[in-house]
Every structure is written in C-alpha cells, then in structure tokens.
C-alpha cells in the first residue's frame, strides 16, 4: 500500500544533542511538509517542499532545518534541541500544490522527548 | 490571517449516539478537509470538502462556504471514534492549510 513512513516513532534525546527525524512516502507526491504538534495543540506548519523548492513559513526557529535529497524523502533536523521542542513531529505529503490537489496525508508522525 | 474556530472542544458520548461537530472561518476558502487523530497521534483525513456533502459510512460532513461553517456528522459512534478531529482549511491566495482548535472526543461503552 502506497503510504508515508516516519522514523524513528519515539526519540529521546538530552538537551542540545541534535537529533535527526526522517520520513518516506511511496505515494510519488510532489509536496511534502513538516508539522510540529505540542500537547493539545493543533498542528502548526514547520516548513515544505514543493518537488525541491525549500518554503519555510516566517516563524519557524533557525533551530530547525530540513533536507529534501530526492522525491521520496524528507528529513527533518533539530540542531539544538530545547526543552520547548519536546513534541509530535508530523509529516505529511499531497500531490501537488492548487486546491483540488492539496489534499494531505499523514505519516505516524514521531515524538520527540527532551530530557 | 484566517481564524479557525471548532466546536465544542470535548465530547463525551455513549456508544450509539449521534453527534455534530462544527466548524466556522473567518474567510472564504478553497480548501476544507476533516482530520480524525487517534490516540496515538495519527492523522486520518476524512473528507476534502471546501463546499456541498459527501458521506462515508457513519460520518458525513456538509460545508456551507457562502456561511462560512462546516459539519461533520458521526452518527452511532463507536468507540474507535475517540480521539480529536481537526479541519483545516486555506484561502484562495494560499496553499497552506491552518487547522483549527480541534474536539475531543471520547465514546465510551
């Protein structure tokens, strides 16, 4: 079945040790993006990837990076993780940009624990 | 920009019984999809429906775009209904979708 995959589910890391998520997806969508979930939050839009052109949204900390080296991966790095960047961490995929198209798929997404 | 408000925010039922969620913005959009989150965090998406009805099995949904509002309907919830359900939407200038507030919802036997 077409899907996209997060690895790993569950990261713990120690203050300021980066950390490194990745996701794949089998769907040959053309965009993909980074979600960042807190406790009883909505999901809030990190960055995307429209094939490889990079979109980050305004407040997205510099802390955070992405990587795009082909169509089915993505990876999202947190240089210096900080205790406020403890979280749900969603990736998601559509097939193209346009309304119709923009229709979103989720992978497990990965939880992030700062200790 | 665009203001995403749900309701009500929790939900509790018994199994069988029906239910409606609400969601309102604050602009019209092009883009409207229902997101179900199970409790252990993965996002479903339900329906894409910036505008009319659609069903599938026991949900359906309805979005009045000229009001501004959508409804999702569950009707003889089960409890693998639980967890939080989330629209999201995007505005004709943009393709980013905001989601909104969410509600929880918990079925119990």
């Known amino acids: 079945d077409a899907m996209v995959i997060q690895n790993p589910r569950y990261q713990v890391t120690q203050f300021g040790k980066p950390v490194t998520l990745s996701c794949s997806q089998t769907l040959n969508h053309n965009v993909m993006y980074w979600y960042q979930q807190k406790s009883s939050q909505a999901p809030k839009l990190l960055f995307h990837y429209y094939d490889k052109d990079f979109n980050n949204e305004a407040d997205t900390p510099d802390n955070f990076q992405s990587r795009r080296p082909n169509t089915s991966f993505c990876f999202l790095d947190i240089r210096s993780p900080g205790l406020g960047d403890a979280a749900m961490y969603l990736c998601?995929?559509?097939?193209?940009?346009?309304?119709?198209?923009?229709?979103?798929?989720f992978g497990a997404g990965s939880r992030l624990t700062v200790l | 920009g665009i203001q995403v408000e749900q309701s009500p925010p929790d939900l509790i039922l018994q199994e069988g019984a029906n239910s409606t969620l609400r969601c309102n913005f604050s602009d019209s959009v092009n883009n409207l999809q229902w997101f179900h989150q199970n409790p252990w965090g993965q996002l479903i998406n339900l329906f894409y429906i910036p505008s009319g009805t659609k069903q599938n099995g026991r949900l359906s949904a309805t979005t009045v775009a000229t009001e501004r509002y959508s409804l999702l309907y569950i009707s003889s919830s089960q409890t693998t209904d639980s967890g939080v359900y989330f629209c999201a939407v995007a505005t004709y200038n943009t393709d980013k979708l905001i989601f909104g507030t969410g509600t929880r919802l918990q079925v119990f036997p």
């Open positions: 998601a995929t559509s097939r193209d940009s346009g309304a119709g198209a923009n229709v979103l798929t």
